[in-house]
């Protein structure tokens, strides 16, 4: 099987194949072509196809991530979007849950008031109305208002319409038969219906998801379409798969349809890299951490996986987005996060950002503020002529003007302000990673931080220190990781129904009725992918609380139907879990089972560990020693210390730091106390001395 | 001889106080019951030194829980000491007394005190609203009958419901046999335990890594820090005495014109880097009706959380920690027997309302010194908890209703949203109608009425709830007689409405405070939100905006006209010949 995974990112688009017989792993990166992203990953398939002599027309799956739809809510620029929704709530996406985001600010926007997805005048209402428990109908459908207001919005210049109804998540008819009169008035819409994109309470939230879903809809689906089409005209008859919010793929088709599932994308591929490579070495329980220029994502995978994200943790542009996710926590830190001294007179890093352009002093290009890689780079653990492989030269003169003058605001030498920018990004992303771990009960020390990106090589061991964490893995290409971690997925697609069913009353019949129906379900939609039933698997989970409670927990179902034991071991896990996350059980409370969901997965042919390079000595390895500063205890002091190769570095051999490894793509920090070992799984492994 | 500590300990350390505060809030709120914390997100937890200082809190609970938690440590400590009690290690001490820090009643703190070496070093407190207290009638709201302290519910001063680590069963029977729907509160209270717990154990590591000398030079390095922000902003106001007074309608259908349409005045004293805030000439307090505010936990938070909006507004300068430096240079005083400053044992319980009009007030007096940095008036909020009998017992619920924002400099203002020291979140009506006998039977914008301005006022909402079964309801809200305050020229605001619509058709207004009163099934309460003040003169608003607000409903063509001297064509887009010469006729009609 040859797979070929492609990664559109802010500069360049990264671009891996993979050919899963001969493992044969070969990586290739091109400009990215903002106005039109596709030619940039059509241009980047065809040049390493021909640099390599690779066939076109032999490679059978193309798997892309695109956050064109994600820049379309960031920039607020999606299309005209109306709204059709019941009579008497017109304004449920405008007062949203009455909060404000700020609490102390008078000057703050409103995100859903100050840039509405779809303006007052595109939220129209018709007569209907369902009521719980089960989505009776109090009030009938008024389908001449529903024509009525398809042909008001199709006049006004609306493009995609959103149908959303109170309670659709029980009874889905009003929404789905208004959006079939929609259509009948206006076929050449965009349309959906809030239940058809997520079919959970919480009006708010749902409906939002729907509007977000139109307003990304239209654009997402002619790129799609034009990257498919465009694939066939340069003679691939690949399969063309999305990377969706919630890890897996998707087919482009089914992008197109729902382009929602792609918003919280961006994120995912990396980590998914970050935990393959952790698994070429046989680590399963990972913290993966990927930091760029401006940010890090944080993922935690438990035996190789990822938890969701829960619905009400799940944001995009300030708007809630009910939308299943890997569980990602992002933060403003990385290299080229700007070190400064408040209006108080506090040192902080971050979250502010010199970005790519003008980026850090260092990479001359007129940026005056000192960042985190002008701190590295003035410690020595950076190497001003092999930076990016020795393609962009580092000037170590701005990053020592930046960072001095800061350094004698703050009455310190120049290496102490620069260890001092250090230490204070560390702990950030220490105290995220520690947000993520023990607030949720899980020790950090049982955990192998996987460092990747740019600027995660260059952190990983301090952070893993401040943490207790015993190791850290640094993957073979820290910095196309992303497109690495598309050849990891499989097609996975989600349904979600609520249930709102309580301990004693559970109608156990019913909930097996459901769980068999959103599994055929899957299964329809799978078959349509053209998966064979022996390549599909369906899992099952639920979201549990104490009734009364408003926050669910995600527990793991059996697979099998459910009878009065099975019930018991699942209320029993959700207790564990609760234990858990909380520290606490309600013992006498009754438990209510709010959603259940079934996760559809379609197994795809996935990259192979990649062939064993030749192996090679350290003498060989080393470039040179330079001079690196390092803090031991309350010192800083200035040590001796060795730069190596990467690709050149023998196996199995331990490195005792300080040592620094080069490569084209990132550079990695061996702290004193911690020793380096390349492994056969192709990373880095450190670990402190023992 | 203190510790010095470098400003990069002191950056980690007010990081890691903030995680922990942070995680403190995330368990509380996900594991409670009452949607009143869950949803509402009416709750606090915060950590404080042995002194009872702010250390920090967190980021997700609203102004009026966290705000006040060092007034509880202080208000326990002093409370233990004058019985010649202490703390010691496995305490957790229960504390409401709203005349020594508490908020007011319902608002119960839980302290769990952090000992190192054998030693108090600091606490980690939550706080949050419950739902029943033990009050007159269901409910921890609209117990707006209260006549004393005593009326209002449990009071707890410093009850240790651990001991030494020993749970002390008398109190928690106590509870369970004096509050109403003692499930969710008792389980609520668990909830508070287990989150301030977890704060304690946190924050006694963070001090094992630092060491407690370097924890506390560290501590100080950030309060001071607050302290230097804040000072600077104050430096940067002109020197002056800004005076302002609104009115509260307090029990507007009162024959007693000492019950109604008080006055509230704060004077606002800016010398150098200081504030001074004097709240006399607010009106006495009453004494026998529950619209008091407590000194310390409402009135000192209502005066802080404006003057930081306005100061240090997040949206302009990022964030900043929450912790005692902030308040050094603000001094707050208000009479003795005053609404502002009662004395036991007046009744505090429904002083919500009031106390956002301080807030609102205080707005006010800054807007002579920051006219850039300020809305117009602000509409106040309602509160109402809707209740009744189940077999399985009672229930009840309670919902808090929106207000609005002025205008601003250079934006409309805020609509529908909480507003001022409380930023609760209303219930999912797919919750309420799932889990109560209750149908919200409306939930939209109030259209064509709002505030007008160069930056029209925020729009008020329009909610309705329906009963449907037979059950009892009581009100606490205030802003029904007096509209929001024009800024700049604008025009003032609207008032709110409070509408029942009894299932026979009969419609009565309401006042804004209703003591208990029995409902039907099929009655209806209808709930007009107040809009927000005006900034600025209608006749410079520009047009486009004007013709928005038209397309949208929520500005009638009329009152385009009339109030912003904007004409439009039939086609809805602005003429604007026309409008420029009514607006010049309009400015000129002005002049005589």
Not at chain 1, 206 to 211: C, D, G, K
Not at chain 1, 595 to 609: D, L, S
Not at chain 2, 20 to 41: D, F, N, Q, T
Not at chain 2, 534 to 560: K, M, Q, T
Request: charged share 20%.
């Amino acid at each position: 099987m040859q797979l070929v995974g492609v990664d559109v990112g802010g500069t360049f688009t990264d671009i891996v194949f993979a050919d899963t017989d001969t493992r044969q792993n070969l990586i290739h990166k091109v400009p990215t072509t903002p106005d039109d992203p596709a030619r940039g990953v059509i241009a980047g398939i065809t040049e390493l196809c021909a640099r390599h002599g690779l066939a076109r027309d032999a490679i059978d799956h193309v798997l892309h991530g695109t956050t064109i739809g994600t820049n379309a809510v960031l920039e607020h620029n999606g299309t005209v979007t109306g709204l059709i929704t019941t009579k008497g709530y017109r304004d449920i996406v405008h007062i949203g849950r009455h909060q404000r985001p700020q609490h102390y600010s008078i000057r703050q926007e409103v995100p859903w008031q100050n840039r509405p997805l779809a303006r007052r005048r595109h939220r129209l209402t018709v007569a209907e109305r369902v009521v719980p428990p089960r989505g009776e109908e109090l009030v009938p459908l008024d389908e001449a208002a529903v024509r009525e207001a398809a042909r008001a919005l199709r006049d006004a210049g609306v493009e995609a319409v959103a149908v959303c109804f109170l309670f659709s998540y029980l009874n889905p008819a009003h929404e789905m038969r208004a959006a079939e009169l929609v259509r009948e008035e206006w076929p050449e819409a965009f349309i959906c219906t809030s239940a058809g994109v997520s079919p959970q309470f919480r009006e708010f939230e749902r409906f939002t998801t729907a509007l977000l879903n139109a307003f990304v809809g239209p654009r997402l689906k002619a790129y799609v379409e034009r990257l498919d089409r465009g694939l066939g005209e340069a003679g691939l008859a690949a399969d063309l798969h999305v990377m969706c919010s919630n890890g897996g793929v998707a087919t482009a088709s089914t992008v197109a349809k729902s382009p929602v599932l792609t918003l919280l994308s961006g994120p995912a591929a990396g980590v998914l890299g970050g935990a393959w490579s952790g698994g070429l070495s046989d680590r399963r329980d990972l913290i993966t951490f990927d930091v760029g220029g401006t940010s890090a994502d944080i993922g935690i995978a438990v035996d190789g996986r990822f938890a969701e994200a829960t619905a009400r943790d799940t944001w995009i542009g300030g708007f809630p987005l009910l939308a299943p996710m890997i569980d990602i926590h992002t933060i403003g830190a990385g290299g080229g996060s700007i070190a400064y001294i408040d209006e108080g007179g506090a040192f902080r890093v971050g979250p502010r950002s010199a970005g790519a352009d003008p980026g850090p002093a260092a990479y001359g290009r007129g940026g005056r503020e000192p960042t985190v890689t002008d701190a590295n780079l003035i410690l020595g653990r950076l190497d001003p002529d092999n930076f990016l492989g020795g393609a962009m030269a580092l000037d170590v003169d701005a990053s020592r003007c930046v960072v001095g003058a800061l350094a004698g605001r703050l009455g310190l030498s120049l290496e102490a302000a620069a260890e001092g920018i250090l230490t204070i990004v560390n702990a950030n992303m220490a105290n995220a990673i520690s947000s993520r771990t023990v607030q949720k009960g899980l020790d950090p020390r049982d955990f192998v931080l996987v460092a990747f990106g740019g600027a995660g090589p260059l952190h990983g061991a301090e952070v893993a220190r401040a943490l207790g964490i015993p190791e850290v893995v640094i993957p073979a290409y820290p910095g196309i990781t992303s497109a690495v971690g598309l050849l990891t997925t499989d097609l996975k697609y989600d349904a979600v129904r609520t249930e709102f069913q309580i301990g004693a009353g559970i109608d156990l019949d019913r909930l097996n009725g459901d769980f068999a129906a959103m599994r055929d379900e899957l299964a329809r939609q799978l078959a349509a992918d053209g998966v064979a039933p022996r390549d599909t698997a369906f899992e099952r989970a639920g979201d549990l609380r104490y009734l009364g409670q408003g926050y669910e927990l995600r527990v793991p179902f059996p697979a099998a139907s459910l009878d009065k034991a099975a019930l018991t071991a699942v209320c029993e896990r959700f207790e564990s879990l609760h234990r858990a996350e909380y520290g606490h059980v309600f013992p006498d409370s009754p438990i209510e089972i709010v959603n259940i969901r079934v996760t559809g997965i379609g197994r795809m042919a996935k990259i192979a560990a990649p062939r064993s390079a030749e192996d090679g000595s350290l003498a060989a390895a080393l470039l040179k020693t330079a001079p690196c500063a390092f803090r031991l205890g309350d010192r800083l002091e200035t040590l001796a210390t060795p730069f190596y190769r990467r690709e050149a570095l023998p196996r199995d051999e331990p490195v005792s730091g300080p040592a620094i490894v080069l490569q084209t793509d990132s550079t990695t920090v061996v702290p004193p106390g911690i020793t380096l070992r390349a492994d056969r799984g192709g990373n880095l492994i450190l670990r402190p001395e023992t | 001889m203190p510790e010095t500590i470098d400003s990069i300990t002191a950056s980690v350390i007010q990081g890691a106080l903030e995680n922990i505060a942070v995680e403190m809030g995330h368990k509380l709120m996900r594991m409670s019951y009452s949607s009143i914390i869950r949803e509402s997100e009416d709750f606090g937890a915060a950590l404080v030194d042995a002194e009872g200082r702010g250390l920090a809190e967190s980021a997700q609970s609203t102004p009026l829980q966290s705000g006040p938690i060092p007034g509880y440590v202080r208000g326990i400590l002093k409370t233990l000491a004058a019985r010649g009690d202490g703390v010691r290690p496995g305490d957790v001490i229960m504390h409401n007394d709203a005349y020594a820090g508490a908020s007011h009643g319902p608002d119960v703190g839980f302290a769990v005190p952090v000992f190192h070496d054998g030693n108090l070093v600091a606490f980690a407190a939550t706080t949050a609203h419950h739902l029943d207290i033990g009050a007159l009638s269901p409910g921890s709201c609209g117990i707006v009958d209260a006549i004393d302290a005593f009326a209002e519910g449990l009071q707890f001063k410093a009850i240790k419901v651990y001991d030494r680590g020993a749970r002390n069963d008398a109190v928690w029977q106590l509870l369970r046999d004096n509050i109403r729907v003692s499930d969710l509160v008792v389980g609520d209270m668990e909830a508070q335990i287990a989150a301030a717990r977890i704060g304690a154990e946190r924050l006694a590591a963070l001090i094992v890594r630092h060491g407690y000398r370097r924890f506390r030079a560290a501590c100080g390095a950030v309060m001071d820090y607050a302290e230097r922000l804040m000072r600077q902003a104050i430096t940067a106001l002109p020197d002056g005495e800004y005076r302002a007074e609104t009115r509260i309608d307090g029990f507007a259908d009162s024959p007693d014109p000492t019950k109604r349409h008080l006055p509230i005045v704060a004077t606002v004293k800016v010398k150098g880097d200081e504030i001074k805030v004097d709240l006399t000439g607010t009106a006495p307090q009453v004494p026998d009706r529950p619209i008091n505010m407590p000194f310390e936990g409402t009135v000192d938070v209502a005066v802080w959380l404006t003057i930081r909006s306005v100061l240090l507004d997040t949206a302009v300068r990022g964030h900043i920690p929450v912790n005692d430096g902030l308040l050094r240079p603000i001094k707050i005083t208000a009479p003795p027997g005053t609404l502002a400053n009662p004395v036991f044992p007046a009744p505090t319980i429904a002083r919500f309302c009031t106390g956002n009009a301080v807030a609102d007030t205080v707005m006010k007096a800054l807007a002579q010194a920051v006219p850039g940095q300020v809305s117009a008036g602000i509409g106040n909020l309602k509160v109402i908890a809707f209740s009744g009998m189940r077999e399985i017992g009672h229930w009840v619920h309670m919902e808090i209703f929106e207000g609005s924002y002025g205008g601003r400099n250079g934006t409309d203002g805020m609509d529908a949203v909480d507003t001022l020291y409380a930023n609760t979140r209303n219930n999912p009506i797919e919750d309420i109608e799932t889990h109560l006998p209750l149908r919200v039977s409306r939930y939209e914008l109030r259209e064509k009425a709002c505030g007008a301005g160069e930056w029209r006022g925020g729009l008020g909402s329009v909610r309705e709830f329906e009963y449907l079964v037979d059950g009892g309801a009581s009100v606490e809200a205030d802003g029904h007689e007096f509209a929001p305050w024009a800024f700049s020229g604008g025009a003032q605001g609207r008032p709110a409405e409070l509408h029942f619509l009894r299932r026979d058709g009969s419609a009565q207004p309401l006042p804004s405070k209703v003591p208990h009163m029995h409902v039907e099934a099929g009655d209806r309460f209808v709930c007009i939100g107040p809009a927000g003040g005006g900034y600025g003169d209608p006749l410079r608003r520009n047009p486009a905006l004007v013709r928005d607000d038209v397309a949208d409903g929520v500005v009638s063509a009329a009152a385009a006209q009339e109030e912003y001297g904007v004409v439009l064509l039939a086609s809805g887009e602005v003429d604007a010949a026309r409008t420029e010469r009514l607006r010049r006729e309009m400015e000129a009609a002005r002049g005589c």
